[in-house]
Structures are given as C-alpha cells and as structure tokens.
C-alpha cells in the first residue's frame, strides 16, 4: 500500500501557541514553510503553494482539501 508514503507523522511543539492533537485532514508538506512563517507573526513568501495549518493546530476549523498531490517513488 501506499500508507507511509500518504500517512507521514509530524510532531510539533511550541508551548502556549499549539494545543494537542491530531490532524486527520489532508495536508502536504508545502503547507510546512506557511504554517511555520504563519506562528512566528512573520511575512508570507512572495509565491506561496501551501497554506498555513495554524488553525488546525489552534483548534479551529478550517475548509478541508478533498485531494492532494502525492507522487511514490520505489
């Protein structure tokens, strides 16, 4: 199967700022520079192809991808 290719764990810690849990959501490793820029109050890139999971990791919602791009290589 495809599983560890789709199904990769991401541990983040930043104490006051993430609350505990679990994304089930899809999300792609393009959103990691957003999200990171995005907790530290900072500029967004000038050309951004993620997008910021800070509200997931505050606990709120937010619209949910139905796809996502992923490419296995072996």
Known sequence: GYDPALRVPLIMRYPRKIR???????TEHIDL??????????????IQHGRSLRPYLEGRAIEARDHIFSQYLE
Request: hydrophobic share 50%.
């Open 20 to 26: 505990r849990g679990v994304v089930r959501e899809f």
């Open 33 to 46: 520079a957003p999200t990171i820029l995005d907790l530290l109050d900072a500029d967004p890139m000038p």
